[in-house]
């Protein structure tokens, strides 16, 4: 039903930026709030940061807070992850994902969404 492709990801320095891009297609309810993960070799996915519908309403884990911005633009059906300060902590493949089983207190965990896109590599070099 609901597919999404991750971009811009690619290899930066520390200190450098990018701007990740998640393109939903399909039934866009089911997309109405729209989530970043990032999972590292040998690590759990982790949330990064999600966004309501309008924009209004941006959550984001400690580790990104101050540092990387979400937005999305719904006419283009996109959402957005700015990243600045880029560390090397930071490098993983980073996932969008949308439809979110459950509650909002559930949100952080991946397996409260039911659609996931494959993943755009970030790495950050020392």
């Known amino acids: 039903q609901v597919q999404l492709v991750e971009s811009g990801g690619g290899l930066v320095q520390a200190g450098g930026s990018l701007r990740l891009s998640c393109v939903a297609s399909g039934r866009t309810f089911s997309s109405s709030r729209m989530t970043w993960f990032r999972q590292a070799p040998g690590k759990e996915r982790e949330f990064v940061s999600g966004i309501s519908w309008r924009g209004g309403i941006t959550y984001y884990a400690d580790s990104v807070k101050g540092r990387f911005t979400i937005s999305r633009d719904n006419a283009k059906n996109t959402m957005y992850l700015q990243m600045n300060s880029l560390k090397p902590e930071d490098t993983a493949v980073y996932y969008c994902?949308?439809?979110?089983?459950?509650?909002?207190?559930?949100?952080?965990?991946?397996?409260?969404?039911?659609?996931w896109g494959q993943g755009t590599q970030v790495t950050v070099s020392s």
């Open positions: 994902a949308a439809g979110l089983m459950g509650d909002l207190t559930t949100r952080t965990s991946p397996a409260s969404w039911k659609y």
